[in-house]
């Protein structure tokens, strides 16, 4: 079956330039994370959607970061004015529901030149 | 303290041989735990999940210790494709963030 899916795969952009990363998760899946990884480092937490609930936007590290789930499915992870730290790669999960086994997405690797 | 702690290696493992090593958690209402592996360059993927006091699949063996707050894996018969990082993951409670751990890299010789 089809498994979480994440695009664009790579994407290079000039430091002050928006981005727009999108994940599809797994269908039926409620619940929704995004995660950033940076070379070497473990996964740092950003937001997660539950359902119709309110996100919990509690690891965005600034407000240059956004992110939308339109209709429960489809997430949208926006960074505003890109700056050289935001190199990473992003990532989003899926799960059934809230606390369960999450399943990744194969990353979106983001380099701000 | 961190929420998930774990060794991060790395252990060199020959290959055939058994290797193990343990995760602790500091929330004792934790109540889900997980173990992913994660390859270089590439996403997590869910090894196993450790709902009760432990379970196998074939050559991993995943066990929870509540009193003492640490999950363990063990690997026996190791390949080369078990190199990896493990990364140990624990829920703690009906809200959904899971924390993820460091993890632990393990690299097995021929």
């Known amino acids: 079956g089809a498994g979480v899916s994440q695009s664009p795969s790579n994407k290079v952009t000039e430091k002050g330039k928006d981005v727009e990363l999108r994940c599809d998760p797994i269908?039926?899946?409620?619940?929704l994370y995004w995660y950033r990884q940076s070379l070497g480092q473990g996964l740092e937490f950003l937001i997660y959607?539950?359902?119709?609930?309110?996100?919990?936007k509690s690891g965005l590290p600034s407000d240059r970061f956004s992110a939308e789930r339109t209709g429960g499915s489809v997430s949208t992870l926006t960074i505003q004015r890109t700056q050289q730290e935001d190199s990473a790669v992003y990532l989003c999960?899926?799960?059934?529901?809230?606390?369960?086994?999450?399943?990744f997405g194969p990353g979106t690797r983001l380099t701000v030149l | 303290r961190k929420e998930v702690e774990q060794d991060p290696g790395p252990f060199n493992v020959p290959e055939g041989a058994t290797v193990a090593f343990n995760c602790t958690y500091s929330?004792?209402?934790?109540?889900?735990f997980f173990w992913y592996r994660q390859d270089c360059r590439k996403e997590p993927k869910l090894l196993m999940s450790?709902?009760?006091s432990g379970n196998e699949d074939g050559r991993f063996t995943a066990q929870l210790n509540r009193a003492s707050q640490y999950i363990s894996l063990l690997i026996r018969d190791s390949k080369l494709s078990d190199s990896a990082t493990y990364l140990c993951?624990?829920?703690?409670?009906?809200?959904?963030?899971?924390?993820f751990g460091a993890g632990t890299q393990v690299v097995v010789t021929p």
């Open positions: 999960a899926s799960s059934p529901r809230a606390g369960l086994e999450q399943f």
């Open positions: 269908s039926g899946h409620t619940a």
């Open positions: 959607f539950q359902g119709n609930s309110a996100p919990d």
């Open positions: 929330n004792s209402a934790s109540q889900s």
């Open positions: 450790v709902y009760s």
């Open positions: 993951v624990v829920n703690h409670g009906s809200w959904g963030k899971l924390q």
